[in-house]
Nanobody, 119 residues
Framework: QVQLVESGGGLVQPGGSLRLSCAAS????????LHWHRQAPGKERELVAT???????NYADSVKGRFTISRDNAKNTVFLQMNSLKPEDTAVYYC?????????????WGQGTQVTVSS
């Protein structure tokens, strides 16, 4: 079983920065993907960024050039560096691990961390 614990959320002014962390415990398979999603009040959950086990990355258009996803495999941790934050980035941010096991993707989720961008 995999457990994910996010940290680093908080209140920041527009234009500011935050760095989210997600620490994973348990079995992480050789083929895997780590994602950050977010969900704002009244909106559907949105995929923000993805990093694969070979460090391929993808970003939502709304965060390209401002957010950077990275991982530290030795510490089983994924990060989301968020710069030039905007009020519309306000949301609960969730970490999601996909393990390729038994010829399918298994999904694991963290509990979420609140990010509020406001003056």
């Amino acid at each position: 079983q995999v457990q994910l614990v996010e940290s680093g959320g908080g209140l920041v002014q527009p234009g500011g920065s935050l760095r989210l962390s997600c620490a994973a415990s348990g079995t992480i398979f050789r083929i895997n993907r780590l994602h950050w999603h977010r969900q704002a009040p009244g909106k559907e959950r949105e995929l923000v960024a993805t990093i694969s086990n070979v460090d391929n990355t993808n970003y939502a258009d709304s965060v390209k050039g401002r957010f950077t996803i990275s991982r530290d495999n030795a510490k089983n941790t994924v990060f989301l560096q968020m710069n030039s934050l905007k009020p519309e980035d306000t949301a609960v941010y969730y970490c999601n691990l996909q393990n390729w096991e038994l010829e399918r993707w298994s999904n694991y989720w963290g509990q979420g961390t609140q990010v509020t961008v406001s003056s």
